[in-house]
């Protein structure tokens, strides 16, 4: 069995904290060419837009030494015609050493590496999980606070969809960080990653209504985020919310001088361009470390690098050949072909195996 990373909680607190002394080392030889993967080829399977995720993948493959193949149009491949994502990846295992994925099925990833016998890495998948941006996002804060223990974090956003938020905050429970919670009404942190970070982590959410009355001065880092337009179902819900909240420099006088403000980008209408030029706008400089980053991981998944404990224990996964997905935006609900599968986690609920989603009526 290969090492995938589908979910942040597939890697340890040890082997994340490993793969942050692997980063940064190769920060510290930044835009040069290594020689460590030369015998590598990673693919890039995009079916949804990217600019830096798959970016950074591609030129961190290029700057360990190795090759690249991408699929960035799903439109231009044979998803146009039909194919699978199952069929795809077990081609695509015969051209490449590595797959990294991006897809807008939510447990698209899972699926990927269930059939394809290469490391798979997950780029986003749908709304669900974001793990690699994940391990940026916690490189920058501890690059700029120097900690994540002990650090609060104001997530503000699009906290219902943004699957970046989703494996971040699992992120910080686990490593001791205090979290806020700002969404706009119907956009808030989803209840069953609450009650797990709480169960789990012993993290409760601080909730906030708005970002003005936020106690900004509280806050060690300021992480916005993008309403996810594209996952809405209803463009008037969209039209609804979309203009409910924008960081500028005026909300920053509330905020510390040693204050930093993140965004996995693109942004659109929440953080103001004014705020480019104060030193607290740490958001370039995150997407900059995308790519020692990913280069640790690349390294790691291929055992180019030793990182320990890349698994911690798995959830229990049974196959139920009878099971059907209630999530409608499960990928078992798109494409034919998976065999149908139940995980159940330390709280108990019946959860699909692919997209996680706990099942409101148990159908077995
Ligand atoms: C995020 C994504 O795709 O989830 N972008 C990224 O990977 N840097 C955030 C977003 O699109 O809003």
Same mark, same amino acid.
């Given at each position: 069995m290969t090492p995938d990373l589908i979910s942040i909680r597939d890697l340890s607190n040890a082997a994340i904290e490993n793969l942050f002394e692997l980063a940064a080392e190769f920060a510290a030889t930044p835009k040069r060419r290594l020689s460590l993967a030369t015998d590598a080829v990673l693919t890039t399977l995009f079916y949804e837009p990217s600019t830096r995720t798959r970016m950074s993948f591609e030129a961190a493959m290029l700057r360990l030494g190795g090759q690249v193949i991408s699929m960035a149009d799903p439109g231009a491949s044979s998803a146009a015609k039909g194919e699978t994502l199952a069929d795809t990846v077990r081609i695509v295992e015969s051209y490449a050493d590595i797959i990294a994925l991006r897809h807008p099925r939510e447990g698209a990833a899972k699926v990927a590496a269930d059939f394809a016998d290469v490391p798979v890495i997950n780029g986003g998948d749908g709304a669900r999980e974001h793990p690699t941006q994940t391990l940026l996002d916690l490189y920058t804060i501890f690059q700029e606070k120097g900690r994540l223990a002990g650090v609060t974090v104001a997530l503000c956003g699009d906290l219902k969809h943004g699957r970046t938020v989703h494996s971040l905050a699992q992120g910080l429970a686990r490593f001791g960080a205090r979290v806020v919670c700002i969404a706009p009404p119907g956009l808030e942190l989803p209840a069953g990653l609450q009650a797990m970070l709480a169960t789990q982590h012993g993290l409760e959410c601080i909730h906030a209504d708005s970002l003005e009355s936020l106690l900004l001065a509280e806050c060690d880092v300021l992480y916005v985020t993008r309403i996810q337009k594209e996952r809405f179902a209803d463009p008037l819900e969209f039209d609804r919310v979309r203009s409910s909240y924008m960081v500028s420099r005026d909300t920053l006088t509330r905020a510390r001088e040693d204050a930093i403000v993140l965004h996995p980008l693109p942004r659109v209408d929440e953080l103001d361009f004014s705020l480019d030029g104060d030193p607290r706008a740490a958001y370039f400089r995150q997407a900059a470390y995308g790519v020692p980053v990913r280069m640790a991981l690349i390294a790691a998944l291929l055992g180019l690098k030793k990182v320990d404990d890349l698994h911690p224990a798995a959830d229990t996964v049974t196959p139920a050949p009878d099971f059907h997905?209630?999530?409608?935006? *499960?990928?078992?609900?798109? &494409?034919?072909?998976?065999?149908?599968?139940?995980?159940?986690?330390?709280?108990?609920?019946?959860?699909?195996?692919? *997209?996680?989603?706990?099942? &409101?009526?148990v159908v077995v």
């Open positions: 997905c209630d999530n409608p935006r *499960c990928i078992t609900n798109a &494409e034919r072909g998976i065999p149908a599968a139940t995980a159940s986690f330390s709280d108990g609920a019946l959860r699909c195996a692919y *997209c996680e989603a706990v099942q &409101e009526e």
